[in-house]
């Protein structure tokens, strides 16, 4: 509905009438691309919930088993591996703060000199990787002393989960290299760019706390 004002002029005559359009209203809509990967991480969730299950169920019925398995596990290397993984976490949120200012590269940001988010996430990809390796090495080592996958039900569960576990943190490094890769294409770094690397930190913090979760589930609950 348009709204109509005279325009009276010195004498008292009107001298013109004119036509203001009334402000257009603006929705602000969540964007799709974070809301479709919340309800995803959503169905992650009980992907894993599942695995968790299996653990509870089997040293339920297998307490002798759980207890005999657990003595393999070398305690103080998953701690340290688990403390990069989490710190890789920081990392990644580190760049999703220089990401929202829209600087990928390290420079001048309000004043002062400040790391950008390529630089940033660099990190987060050698710390995640620094972690599958670590998880590597302690399937080899466990294999060495006499567990394999199919030795029993609780090494079964053991490889299986955090075998899911580490194909995730996988798939996050190699969205960490696509948005690196993006970052660099890119002449103008702008929202499109800073909200993929948002929706890719709302993954990583994802398999971060899920491995927290098996961390303590496996490496601690005796």
């Keep these: 509905m348009h709204k109509t004002r005279s325009v009276i002029g010195h004498n008292g005559t009107v001298t013109s009438t004119v036509t ?9 809509r969540p964007d799709p691309v974070s809301v479709g990967t919340i309800v ?10 599942g695995l968790f299950a299996i653990y509870f169920t089997l040293r339920s ?18 701690t340290v591996n688990t403390l990069i993984l989490v710190a890789s976490s920081f990392t990644c949120q580190m760049g999703v703060f220089a990401a929202e ?14 790391m950008g988010m390529v630089p940033w ?14 998880q590597v090495w302690e399937y080899t080592t466990l294999v060495v002393e006499g567990m ?13 989960t ?16 696509l948005v690196i890769g993006r970052a660099y294409a890119v002449k103008n770094f702008r929202h499109k760019e800073a909200t993929t690397a948002i929706v890719v930190s709302y993954y990583w913090h994802f398999v971060d706390v899920v491995w927290i ?8 609950l005796k």
């Design 20 to 28: 203001h359009a009334p402000a257009a209203k603006t929705v602000k």
């Design 40 to 49: 995803w991480l959503g169905s992650e969730v009980m992907f894993f919930a």
């Design 61 to 78: 019925t297998s307490p002798e088993l759980w207890a005999a398995r657990t003595e393999l596990l070398n305690i103080p290397f998953a």
């Design 101 to 114: 200012r829209f600087q990928p590269y390290s420079g001048m940001s309000e004043g002062r000199k400040r």
């Design 121 to 134: 996430f660099w990190i987060t990809f050698a710390l995640g990787a620094v972690f599958v390796a670590g």
């Design 148 to 160: 394999p996958i199919q030795a029993d039900s609780y090494a079964s569960a053991f490889y299986i």
């Design 162 to 177: 955090t075998g899911f576990h580490a194909l995730h943190v996988t798939g996050g490094l190699i969205a960490f290299l």
């Design 213 to 220: 979760v098996l961390f303590l589930v496996i490496y601690f």
